[in-house]
């Protein structure tokens, strides 16, 4: 079980480690920004004589926090949701659109917890909405336990991800 922390919110996802192809690219993208920018701007900060130990705090937490994408990197499993699309069924890097009860369609895509933040469309599998679609097949209704009270939403459509995109 991997413990992953979103926002204040500590969520327990019980699946393997495993990424989208984009969510693997903007990871490493952030990997790459910390390494290459913003830690390099940090380290003329700590060799002053009076330096900031806030600075040193920063240092450290970006070098945490690099080494944490790149762990789970290193364990995390590519997805490929093609079978899950053919079937028409919601799965982990499946972009699938939903009607919510109040008429609104969004798209979303249920992706481990690590990666959720990723995007505006990108949903935790461990969060209300993610468990309730995962494993749905398009055309049915789910109910969605949420903190706010029960509510319903229906699956219209199942697509991969295209790779040129920008999303998935």
Request: aromatic fraction near 4%; charged fraction near 30%.
């Amino acid at each position: 079980m991997i413990a992953v922390e979103q926002g204040s919110v500590r969520e327990s996802y019980k699946g393997p480690a495993c990424v989208t192809i984009r969510g693997r690219q903007l990871i490493e993208e952030r990997i790459a920004d910390i390494r290459e920018r913003r830690l390099a701007e940090l380290r003329p900060l700590l060799v002053e004589h009076e330096r900031d130990e806030r600075y040193v705090t920063e240092f450290e937490n970006l070098l945490e926090e690099a080494a944490r994408w790149e762990a789970f990197l290193s364990e995390a499993k590519v997805l490929d949701p093609k079978a899950a699309v053919k079937a028409g069924r919601v799965d982990l890097g499946v972009r699938t659109r939903i009607r919510t009860q109040n008429g609104d369609e969004i798209w979303v895509i249920p992706v481990h917890p690590a990666e959720g933040f990723l995007d505006d469309e990108r949903i935790s599998a461990a969060s209300p909405l993610g468990s309730a679609i995962l494993g749905a097949h398009k055309g049915e209704t789910v109910e969605v336990d949420a903190p706010v009270g029960t509510w319903r939403c229906s699956i219209l459509d199942v697509a991969r991800v295209s790779l040129g995109s920008t999303r998935g």
